[in-house]
């Protein structure tokens, strides 16, 4: 079993950035992809960015160029670095481990899910 703890939502005004972070538990972290999706009110769940094990990503063209995720396998914890936010960003953001370590958009595919962090931005 493997508990992700998303942090570092917040409130922010448009244009300004945010960085948050997934931390794991468990010795197979370094093993999974991750993946960071996103699910504002009254819509599905929506991919933002993916990782896998060996720093390989994929971000949805929403959020190019504004969004890097990365991760540090020796802390066991994925950031999700968001610049130049925009009021449409807003949503609850959730961290999500692959044990395929398939880099992947399809949320049906991620194993482990964390609780979410609500991301907020203001025009």
């Known amino acids: 079993q493997v508990r992700l703890v998303e942090s570092g939502g917040g409130l922010v005004q448009a244009g300004g950035s945010l960085r948050l972070s997934c931390a794991t538990s468990?010795?197979?972290?370094?093993?999974?992809?991750m993946g960071w999706f996103r699910q504002a009110p009254g819509k599905d769940r929506e991919f933002v960015a993916a990782?896998?094990?060996?720093?390989?990503?994929s971000a949805a063209d929403s959020v190019k160029g504004r969004f890097t995720i990365s991760r540090d396998n020796a802390k066991k914890t994925v950031y999700l670095q968001m610049n130049s936010l925009k009021p449409e960003d807003t949503a609850v953001y959730y961290c999500?481990?692959?044990?395929?370590?398939?880099?992947?958009?399809?949320?049906?595919?991620?194993?482990?899910w964390g609780q979410g962090t609500q991301v907020t931005v203001s025009s």
């Open positions: 990782i896998s094990r060996g720093g390989i990503t």
């Open positions: 999500a481990a692959d044990s395929s370590n398939y880099v992947s958009p399809r949320a049906s595919r991620y194993d482990y």
């Open positions: 468990g010795d197979t972290f370094s093993t999974y992809a």
